[in-house]
């Protein structure tokens, strides 16, 4: 029913359905939610995906192993690393191959480097959330440096292809770890604290955050969300732990973790993870051994496994990412399945735990949950 | 807090595996048939294995044969167990996990739009990442991705040059 002025007239027992995105709803990349609500609390919502589904896993069945590492970091804009790491893992599992020393630093170089500009980045997008676009701007700048290293090392900006089944591509220079000793610096002296003050110290943040998006430790292992999710929930759990990987039970490092649950312990938790994610990448590079960085494993384009599966996980910035793959000892994969980190929130978590939020907290549930849509669309 | 050695004994003494293996560190394969495999992981669960990952399913077209594949982990032993159960591929059907793990709802609604499995138990099924699709669900091996392109869309030729294949 329309009033004078064109707006909608609402009994206030009425329910209505809101279409929430798929442009972009304050979730990185092309999703929906579709939202029942009374008043402004949502009551009931479903989860509209599919909108970025491009096929990755059946792409994957029809190249060469060497092919899909230039595949897999376009399936979650926000982990290529990760993607690509994990994607390497699954090969060296099947094929029981033990990557060099040095590939090892390297390859946990490059994964906290990228884990903190996503952090960053992901920082901002929360914060663009509830209309901080100040920390927004800062956070791509600061994600930028960042960036440049990643060109300087690989060619790539955003999408690597740096992690291979074997090792890494090529070797980093010494020059270039000054470089990123000099940032890490940088990031610990001036841009971080300006974070803080900006966006932790803000007392809108703090309203906003405090007791919104509440998920407990219990429910998040229901689930299966893992990540900040589960340390701001007070589980201090960490997979680069529980099963190291690449260099990661070399370096002293802690787990953050936080009591309540909501969206600012998980806030609160990911800052933390910045400087224990500095703390990794000193120790890493005062540390590296010297020696090769790539196993030699023949033409590139007849890359073979035996027949075998291996499901390999490991810890990106929201949680467990996951891969089963599955060879018949040919050229190409037989099947790889990809568990994004955000697959249990994304979907289930929307029905489950979203009803109950603000209709203007629904930006905040789905940045601070670190749903990325592409990961479960693929 | 129990090792590889010991959980798997524990699964070969409280349950009937078809075969069971020590894949890598903190890594367990475990086969079951279709009929033991949702008691085996309500078991599981109880005994520690709270996470279910994901559940991934492999078209082993050659076997005429479904693999399902639940990928438990436990936050005691830090150990992951993959439980993997076979079903016919004509008749595929299985039974739903949703009663012991309500999250698994959604990951069924994906085999469901990929393979065209069908879970008892899930009234839900509705397509979830594909939007009216019509043809053989598109992750069975027999679903060629080239013949699919070539009969639902028209070549374009760009700049007066002829799409060859």
């Not at chain 1, 910045?274 to 196993?295: A, H």
């Not at chain 2, 279910?52 to 167990?81: M, P």
Request: charge should be negative.
């Amino acid at each position: 029913m329309m009033n004078m002025n064109g707006g909608i007239m609402m009994d206030k027992n009425t329910q209505t359905e809101i279409f929430f995105g798929p442009n972009h709803p304050g979730v990185p990349g092309n999703y929906g939610i579709i939202y029942d609500f009374e008043g402004d609390t949502v009551t009931e919502a479903k989860p509209n995906a599919g909108h970025l589904h491009r096929g990755f896993e059946k792409l994957m069945e029809e190249r060469i192993w060497i092919k899909n590492t230039a595949l897999v970091p376009r399936i979650c804009v926000e982990e290529p690393d990760i993607n690509e790491m994990v994607y390497a893992m699954g090969y060296e599992a099947i094929g029981e191959l033990e990557v060099p020393e040095r590939a090892h630093y390297i390859r946990s170089i490059i994964l906290e480097l990228a884990r903190l500009q996503g952090h960053i980045f992901s920082i901002g997008g929360n914060a663009a959330g509830i209309g901080q676009y100040t920390v927004m701007h800062w956070g791509t700048l600061t994600r930028d440096y960042i960036l440049d290293i990643f060109e300087e090392i690989t060619g790539g900006r955003v999408y690597h292809i740096y992690i291979r089944p074997g090792g890494v591509r090529q070797d980093i220079s010494d020059k270039t770890f000054e470089k990123i000793l000099d940032l890490m610096d940088d990031l610990e002296e001036n841009r971080l604290p300006d974070l803080d003050k900006t966006l932790y110290e803000n007392p809108n943040a703090q309203k906003r955050w405090k007791g919104t998006a509440v998920i407990t430790a219990e429910e998040a292992m229901e689930m299966g969300a893992t990540g900040p999710v589960l340390r701001g929930a007070g589980k201090a759990y960490d997979l680069r732990k529980m099963m190291p990987y690449a260099a990661y039970d070399k370096v002293d490092f802690e787990i953050p973790t936080r009591e309540s649950g909501d969206a600012w312990a998980r806030l609160k938790v990911v800052r933390e993870e910045m400087t224990q994610s500095i703390k990794i990448i000193r120790q890493l590079i005062n540390d590296i051994p010297d020696g090769p960085v790539k196993l030699d494993l023949g033409n590139a384009l007849k890359y073979k496994i035996p027949e075998g599966d291996a499901y390999v996980k490991i810890e990106s910035k929201r949680g467990e990412y996951g891969y089963y793959m599955v060879s018949d000892g040919s050229l190409k994969p037989y099947r790889v399945h990809v568990r994004g980190a955000s697959n249990p929130l994304g979907l289930y978590g929307v029905t489950e735990y979203l009803p109950g939020t603000r209709v203007a907290d629904v930006p905040v549930w789905a940045k601070s949950l670190g749903i990325c849509p592409p990961e479960f669309d693929r | 807090m129990r090792n590889e050695k010991e959980v798997i004994e524990l699964i070969e003494k409280n349950l009937s595996p078809l075969e069971t293996e020590e894949k890598r560190a903190q890594n367990i394969s475990v086969k079951f048939g279709p009929e033991d495999t949702i008691q085996a992981l309500s078991f599981l669960k109880s005994k520690g294995y709270k996470q279910l990952s994901t559940i991934s399913c492999v078209d082993w077209i050659d076997d005429n044969e479904f693999e399902l594949v639940y990928h438990l982990y436990s936050y005691d032993d830090f150990i992951n167990i993959s439980v993997k159960t076979r079903i016919d591929r004509e008749k595929a059907k299985f039974v739903t996990l949703k009663e012991v793990w309500p999250v698994a709802e959604f990951y069924e609604r994906d085999i469901h739009d990929f393979f065209g499995v069908e879970f008892e138990g899930n009234d839900d099924l509705e397509e979830l990442i594909l939007e009216n699709w019509n043809d053989i669900p598109p992750m069975r091996k027999d679903f060629d991705t080239r013949k699919f392109v070539n009969d639902e869309y028209e070549w374009r030729d760009y700049d007066g040059q002829k799409h060859t294949d």
